[in-house]
């Protein structure tokens, strides 16, 4: 879809702002500025930004949006790094932040959440029922479940109980068309045609705009137990985790820093984490369930930490284990020492490639000049890799660019994933093809033109390639960042 006419876009707010009021329709400066931009740092402005009060409203903004040829971009809190809620065609964004209620069943287990509720609001609505909500980006407090689920966003918990696919029992929304349509029942089981509700999932709004969903929730755990361990080096500790899961032990939550990672959190908290072994790589990991089931794992984890780690360091308390955690929320905003601009790739490495990719990481390093700490969640394979560099240095962009290439075509080659969790959105799109063969691309685009024959439902994301380095994807530090 290129960019439509300017006069056929203001004819069309017009009709909009007089349907839906000004309350609704927003044209002033500062809301196209704050819309003409997500995470990314990509920026186009929008013509109107739309924050419907009502469900209604969406159908009738897509309906008028089909009729005039209008771009629509769903938006929630704009925390993707991939570009995905960037307006890259104009017209306007449909920012969803006023459909914000959740409701917890407690009978039954189950949110129901708007699209435009807070990941961490639902948790604690969920916690405050003895329920537990798992998905659990490092956004969680900013980013919305409409978002989570355009995405289909994981976290830290992914590698025990999944993601946010793992968790939607049932959405509402409308068609790029404006229909009105319901995705499953809440209800645990639904075999009633084709699951299309599982192709809104992770489709980065393109497919349809999600109003509501109906969560599944998890008892919550009785009790949670905190260990964090280091290891003489990358390849030790991804060896390290590959003997712990081979063991059948499936802790909440494993996280990998390498020790580029913590040195930046070592500095930044002006301590050393383990005295006597400072700049190692750790893996942090949490146990959570029955206080009989923690019992048991506690051995196994311990046995394996006395095998296996350079040192170990165990929280007694939960005031312990928020210390531990210290490390791992200070990492990423830390790096910006390491550079003023970072490329943050979240890639999927399959547990047989650990140490290859350890070995690999480090030769790219060395080869592109740059600092590149990582950080992950080892249970699922999901790593972040940070590329590290100085804006306003030419040569470190364009080696930033070669690492990218050639970070994509490694993952790639070790039967891995260009996205875990982030989507592909613009700054991805030129790795699309690396991943797919050009027939499941086509198989794609069958179903986007099939349910949005015009185009106008997130336009230019994904599949039309979009050179990032002449609008660079320099990601400054965000209040995420920080968690």
């Avoid at 009738?60 to 065609?89: C, D, E, F, Q, Y």
């Avoid at 917890?104 to 329920?131: F, M, P, S, T, Y």
């Avoid at 991805?428 to 179903?447: E, N, W, Y």
Wanted: proline residues 5%; contains cysteine; positive net charge.
């Amino acid at each position: 879809m290129s960019k439509p006419a300017a006069s056929s876009v203001a004819t069309a707010t017009a009709i909009l702002r007089r349907k839906l009021g000004a309350k609704v329709v927003h044209t002033d400066d500062a809301m196209l500025e704050a819309a003409s931009y997500d995470s990314s740092r990509i920026s186009v402005r929008p013509a109107a930004v739309i924050r419907p009060t009502k469900r209604e409203q969406v159908g009738v903004v897509l309906k008028l949006a089909n009729k005039h040829g209008v771009p629509v971009t769903p938006r929630g809190r704009g925390t993707t790094l991939m570009g995905s809620a960037v307006p890259l065609k104009g017209g306007w964004v449909l920012d969803l932040l006023a459909l914000d209620k959740v409701v917890i069943d407690a009978e039954a287990g189950l949110a129901h959440a708007q699209a435009g509720v807070r990941v961490a609001e639902v948790q604690r609505a969920a916690a405050a029922e003895g329920w537990f909500y798992p998905p659990d980006p490092s956004s969680k407090e900013y980013s919305t479940i409409g978002g989570n689920i355009a995405c289909n966003a994981g976290g830290m918990h992914g590698g025990k109980y999944g993601v946010t696919r793992d968790f939607v029992v049932a959405l509402k929304g409308y068609l790029p068309t404006g229909e009105f349509v319901e995705w499953g029942t809440a209800t645990r089981k639904f075999a009633a045609g084709f699951n299309l509700r599982d192709l809104w999932i992770g489709s980065e709004g393109m497919l349809g705009v999600v109003t509501d969903a109906v969560l599944r929730l998890i008892p919550a755990p009785a009790a949670r137990w905190t260990l964090l361990t280091s290891f003489a080096d990358e390849v030790s500790a991804f060896k390290a985790a590959r003997a712990l899961f081979a063991a059948r032990v499936q802790p909440a939550i494993c996280e990998f820093l390498d020790r580029y990672s913590v040195q930046c959190a070592e500095q930044a908290m002006k301590t050393t984490i383990f005295p006597g072994q400072p700049g190692r790589p750790v893996i942090l990991i949490e146990l959570a369930g029955s206080e009989a089931e923690l019992a048991e794992a506690k051995q196994a984890v311990l046995a394996w930490a006395k095998k296996h780690a350079a040192g170990h360091r165990e929280a007694k308390t939960r005031e312990e284990a928020e210390t531990l955690w210290a490390v791992r929320r200070k990492c990423s905003g830390a790096m910006f020492q390491m550079g003023d601009a970072k490329l943050n790739e979240d890639i999927t490495v399959p547990l047989a490639a650990y140490e290859a990719f350890a070995v690999w990481l480090e030769q790219l390093r060395e080869k592109s000049g740059l600092a590149i700490p990582t950080f992950g969640h080892l249970a699922d394979g999901n790593l972040h890799v940070n590329i590290m560099y100085h804006k306003a240095a030419p040569n470190e962009c364009r080696s930033a660019e070669r690492a990218v290439l050639a970070l994509m075509k490694k993952v790639v080659s070790l039967g891995g994933a260009i996205s875990g969790e982030h989507g592909i959105g613009l700054a991805k799109t030129p790795f699309l093809r690396m991943q797919h063969s050009p027939a499941a691309i086509g198989a794609m685009q069958a179903v986007k033109r099939a349910l949005d024959p015009k185009g106008v439902l997130n336009p230019g994301k994904m599949f039309e390639v979009f050179e990032v380095w002449k609008a660079p994807r320099v990601v400054v530090s965000f209040p995420w960042d920080h968690k």
